[in-house]
Structures are given as C-alpha cells and as structure tokens.
C-alpha cells in the first residue's frame, strides 16, 4: 500500500513525539508488531530527517512526517522520503509543495471553515486536532455539512475511546502518547510499544 491507503485500511496513524528517538527502524517494526502499520514522525523531534531516511525502508510501513510548517520543512521531508505530510494547522505553503509533488497530506483542522479550507486545498483528509476539545459528537456534527470529508481526529484519542471516534465517522484515529510515551520511546522499549499497539489496536473493534 502506498500513501494514505494503509492508515485508511487499518484506521489508525501513530503519531511520535519523542526528545530522544535510538532507533527509528525498530520503533516502527515495534508498532508494526502490535497492529500499527503508518507511523508519523515530528519536527519536534531532533535529527527527524535522518531518522525518516532510515526509517523509509521498513517494509509492510509507511512513516510520514508532521508538524510540517513551511514550505522548505515539506520540501526536505519529501527529499528524506516521506510518503505523507501532516500539518497542525491550515497551512497553504505546504499544501502547493504536496500537491506539486503527488505526496498525499492531512491538514489540521478544528472549526467549519477551517475544514472546508483544508479540504478545497486537497487535503487527503483533515485531522480534526484537538480532538479531545469536544469530543466524537463533535465529528458526526461536522460531517452533516462535510459529509464526504475524510476526518481523522488527533489529540487525545485512547484505547478506551477510539472506537467511539470510529463509530461517529472517523476515516482514522490517532494513536499518541497512549501508545508511545517520550519516555518509553527513549528508553528503547520496544515490546513495551507492541503492547500498547496492540491494546490500542483492539480497541478498534
């Protein structure tokens, strides 16, 4: 699967924050491992370019970057091997180097018109951010005027509420600090991640 098709297939991105990141291969086969397939990388996090270039090659995984503000950062992580880009907000810049490069891109999104501006400007789909502002509700809402948007809400989404997400029309939810905590992450525990992807992932259901 190429792109956006993966999270779309499995209904879930993890998203990695992380002030230390050891080892970005075996981060992502330990998600892999617990049912977590497209993996989001953060320019909040140092070296995430190189990280990317290394972890690009992880087969049956597709790492994307986000937090992407302008138009160089989108531009540098496509060059290291992005397959998507994700964006905290509504940002054009970055929107025009996606579309130009073919690289599908959420684009963070909170109210009506920013919704409907991430949309028109090609957004595969919008990451509804923060979500845990307002909740599932808040989705099924949006998706009376937007009914073809594809919204993946991000912040605050857990195991025990994620299928409540899914139930009020998410195309995907996001996986955060639930499944990979800074700390965890910096201390190379990666059965420790398995199992909260999988705890994650079960909850899907």
Not at 34 to 58: K, M, N, Q, W, Y
Not at 125 to 150: C, E, M, Q
Request: proline share 8%.
């Amino acid at each position: 699967m190429t792109g956006l098709s993966m999270m779309f297939a499995d209904r879930v991105v993890c998203v990695v924050r992380a002030p230390v990141l050891p080892d970005a291969v075996a981060l992502c086969g330990a998600l892999a491992a617990g049912g977590i397939r497209t993996v989001e990388l953060t320019f909040t996090t140092p070296d995430v370019l190189r990280h990317l270039a290394v972890a690009a090659s992880v087969p049956d995984v597709v790492v994307g970057v986000g937090t992407v503000l302008t138009e160089s950062d989108a531009r540098s992580a496509i060059d290291a091997g992005a397959r998507f880009l994700v964006t905290p907000g509504v940002v054009p810049a970055v929107a025009s180097v996606a579309r130009e490069a073919r690289v599908p891109f959420l684009m963070g999104a909170l109210t009506p018109t920013e919704v409907y501006t991430a949309s028109s400007l090609g957004a595969a789909a919008v990451k509804v951010f923060p979500a845990s502002a307002f909740g599932p509700r808040y989705l099924r809402d949006l998706h009376g005027p937007y009914p073809s948007v594809r919204l993946v809400p991000s912040g605050g989404v857990t195991a025990e509420n994620a299928a409540e997400y899914l139930a009020a029309g998410a195309a995907a939810v996001t996986a955060g600090t639930g499944v990979v905590p800074p700390d965890v992450v910096s201390a190379a525990d990666w059965p420790g991640i398995t199992r909260r992807a999988t705890e994650f992932t079960g909850g899907l259901m």
